[in-house]
C-alpha cells in the first residue's frame, strides 16, 4: 500500500486552477522529486498534502486513510512533515529550542527530543550555533534548522520544498547526504526542487507539473528526457 | 537548555528580586497613600503580566485586558452586593467568569490576526463596559459599585495583592519554561510554521487568551475589594492604553519588563498628577521613545548595557 497518495486532486483560486486532478501515490521507502517550471503547483499541491490548504476535489490518503482537510498539526503528529520554499523558523526562540518545541509537539519526551536535538545538530554540523536564537543565524544555517525540524521524529513522509534553493554549497552537501543516508535507511520523501542535477543525482523517480497537472511520471532520467517535460520548461524551445 | 531558557529564567529571578524590594517597601514608605498607590502598581502589573503572555509571548493582540478587570472586579462585586458571597467566592468566581469569557472571544476571535483582532477585542471591551454602565439595576452602573474590603489594613491588602503577583508570575514562569510555553512562542513567531511541525494552534490561542483573561480578572478582583468601590470606568480603553504602555516601556515578551513597567508608568502618573490629562501626552512620547529607540523597552535596554555594548537597533 502507498504511504501517501493523491487522488484526483484538485484546488482552485478564483478562476484559476492552480492544481488539476492530480493522481499520483508514494511508495514506502521512495524518494520522489517533485518538479516542474514555476507556477506549475507544486507548492500548492504540497501545502494541500500538509494539510495547509483543502482541496476543492479528490482525496490524500496517508496510510491508506482518508486525511483530505486535516489540520496541518494533525497530520504533522500522523507524521506529514514539511519545510517551506522559503525559511520559517521560530526566529526569536534557540535554535535548540526550535528542534525542541517539535519534538514535543510530536509526542517525545523533554529528554528523548533533546537527545534527539542535539543528534540532529551534529549531523547538521550546526551545533556551533544551538544556543543562537534562530533569527540571528545566516540565511544557510536557518535553512539547515528547518530541515533538521522536519526529522526530529522520523516522520512517515518529509515534503521538502526547494530544500537546496540559494544554499550554500558545503550546506548543501550536508543535506543532500543526510538525505541520501535517510533515504537508505527507508524514509520516504517527496523532494520539490529546480536544481536538475541533484534532483537526477537523489531521486530515483520524478514527477513533472505543468499548469496544475501530471505531465511526466517515472524514472527520473526517462522524466527529464520526455518532450513534453522539456518543453515545459523551455517554453517549446527545446530544438 | 537553549538560550530562550536560559533568558527566561535570568527574567523571571530578576523580577522576583524586584519584587522583592516590593515587599520591604512599607518599611521606607509608610505613608498610607502611597502604599495605596504601590498596591495600585501591582494590580497594573498583574494586568500587564496577563497581557504580556498573550501578545509578548503568544503574539496575539488583545485591546480589552482592562475590560478583563473589570469583569474580575464585577464578578466578585456583583456577588457581595446581590449574594453577600465572601471575597474568597467571589475573587475566584470573577476568575473564572474572565477565563470563560476569555476562552469564547478567543475562540471567536481565532480567525482573525493583527488589526482584526485587535479591533474585535476592541469592541468586546466597549460593549461589555456600556452594558454594565447602562445597567444601573443590576451593576448600579455609573454610579459604582460598592464592594467590602477584605482587610481594614492596609498592609495587609499590600501584600495580598504582592503575593497574588509573585503567584502570577511563578504561574507564567512555570509555563514558560514548560513545553506548552514553547509552544505558545512558537505560535507568537510563526502560527503556520508551528502548525506545520505539530502544534495545535487554535487550542493553544484560546487557552492562552482565557488564561491571559483570567489572570487580569484576578487582578480586578482584588482590585476592587481594595478600592471598595468600582465603575465601568475600570474598563476604559485608556485602562488598556495604561497597560499596553507598561508592557512596552517595560520590555514586551519579556519577564521583568511589565512588572518594571507598571511601577514606573504608574508611579510617573502620580507624579504627573498635577498636569492633569498631560501625562497621557507624556506616556505617549514615552512610547514613541522606546519604540523608536528601544523596542526591546527597559529591560532591553538594561540588557545592553550589562553586555557592555548597545545593539545595532538600540543604537539606531
Redesign the interface.
Known amino acids: 500500500m502507498a504511504v501517501l497518495a493523491l487522488e484526483a486532486v484538485t484546488k482552485r483560486f478564483a478562476g484559476l486552477t492552480a492544481v488539476d486532478s492530480v493522481t499520483f501515490a508514494v511508495e514506502e521507502g521512495e524518494l520522489v522529486g517533485l518538479i516542474g517550471p514555476n507556477g506549475s503547483g507544486k507548492t500548492t499541491l504540497l501545502n494541500i498534502m500538509s494539510g495547509l490548504l483543502r482541496p476543492d476535489g479528490g482525496r490524500v490518503l496517508l496510510d491508506g486513510a482518508d486525511v483530505t482537510g486535516l489540520p496541518a498539526n494533525r497530520l504533522a503528529r500522523r507524521g506529514l512533515l514539511r519545510m517551506f520554499q522559503l525559511t520559517r523558523l521560530f526566529r526569536q526562540i534557540s535554535a535548540f529550542d526550535n528542534l525542541l518545541v517539535v519534538g514535543r509537539a510530536l509526542g517525545m519526551d523533554a529528554a528523548e527530543a533533546a537527545e534527539r536535538a542535539e543528534r540532529l545538530f551534529a549531523d547538521l554540523q550546526l551545533a556551533h550555533v544551538r544556543n543562537l536564537d534562530a533569527g540571528q543565524l545566516s540565511g544557510g544555517q536557518q535553512k539547515l534548522l528547518e530541515f533538521g525540524a522536519c526529522f526530529m521524529r522520523p516522520p512517515r513522509v518529509a515534503l521538502l520544498d526547494e530544500p537546496f534553493a540559494a544554499v550554500h554549497p558545503t550546506m548543501r552537501q550536508i543535506m543532500a547526504d543526510f538525505v541520501r543516508r535517510h533515504h537508505t535507511d527507508g524514509q520516504t520523501f517527496v523532494l520539490v526542487s529546480h536544481d536538475m542535477p541533484i534532483v537526477k543525482e537523489l531521486c530515483p523517480r520524478a514527477v513533472c507539473m505543468n499548469a496544475g497537472t501530471v505531465i511526466a511520471d517515472g524514472p527520473t532520467d526517462q522524466v527529464l528526457a520526455d518532450p513534453a517535460v522539456i518543453e515545459a520548461y523551455l517554453g517549446g524551445h527545446a530544438a | 537548555?537553549?538560550?530562550?531558557?536560559?533568558r527566561i529564567r535570568v527574567e523571571f529571578w530578576t523580577s522576583l528580586g524586584l519584587l522583592a524590594l516590593v515587599a520591604l517597601a512599607p518599611l521606607v514608605v509608610t505613608n498610607l497613600y502611597w502604599q495605596g498607590v504601590l498596591v495600585v502598581c501591582m494590580y497594573f502589573a498583574i494586568q500587564s503580566v496577563g497581557w504580556n503572555l498573550l501578545t509578548g509571548y503568544t503574539g496575539q493582540m488583545s485591546l480589552a485586558p482592562a475590560a478583563f478587570a473589570m469583569v474580575g472586579a464585577y464578578g466578585t462585586g456583583l456577588l457581595s452586593y446581590h449574594l453577600q458571597a465572601p471575597p474568597w467566592i467571589g475573587v475566584p468566581s470573577g476568575v473564572l467568569a474572565a477565563f470563560l469569557i476569555g476562552c469564547v472571544l478567543g475562540r471567536a476571535a481565532l480567525a482573525l490576526r493583527g488589526p482584526y483582532l485587535a479591533l474585535t477585542t476592541l469592541a468586546f471591551a466597549e460593549i461589555l463596559r456600556l452594558v454594565i454602565s447602562n445597567s444601573y439595576g443590576f451593576t448600579r452602573g455609573d454610579l459604582g459599585l460598592n464592594v467590602p474590603g477584605i482587610f481594614d489594613d492596609r498592609l495587609a491588602d499590600y501584600y495580598l495583592m504582592l503575593g497574588a503577583l509573585v503567584a502570577v508570575q511563578i504561574g507564567v514562569f512555570l509555563l514558560l519554561r514548560s513545553?506548552y510555553g514553547?509552544?505558545l512562542?512558537?505560535i507568537?513567531?510563526?502560527e503556520?510554521?508551528?502548525?506545520?511541525?505539530?502544534?495545535?494552534?487554535?487550542f493553544w490561542k484560546t487557552a492562552a487568551f482565557a488564561l491571559s483573561a483570567a489572570i487580569c480578572g484576578l487582578a480586578g478582583g482584588l482590585y476592587a475589594h481594595f478600592a471598595r468601590l468600582i465603575s465601568p470606568e475600570l474598563g476604559l480603553i485608556m485602562q488598556t492604553g495604561f497597560v499596553i504602555s507598561m508592557v512596552v516601556i517595560g520590555g514586551i515578551?519579556t519577564m521583568s519588563g511589565p512588572i518594571i513597567g507598571a511601577f514606573l508608568v504608574y508611579l510617573l502618573s502620580e507624579a504627573l498628577r498635577e498636569a492633569g490629562g498631560y501625562h497621557l501626552v507624556v506616556f505617549a512620547l514615552f512610547v514613541i521613545l522606546v519604540a523608536r529607540f528601544f523596542r526591546a523597552g527597559l529591560w532591553g535596554l538594561v540588557r545592553a548595557l550589562a553586555r557592555g555594548a548597545l545593539p545595532p537597533a538600540e543604537r539606531a
Open positions: 537548555m537553549g538560550n530562550s531558557e536560559t513545553k514553547l509552544f512562542q512558537a507568537r513567531d510563526d503556520t510554521a508551528a502548525d506545520s511541525r505539530g502544534i495545535p494552534v487554535v515578551g
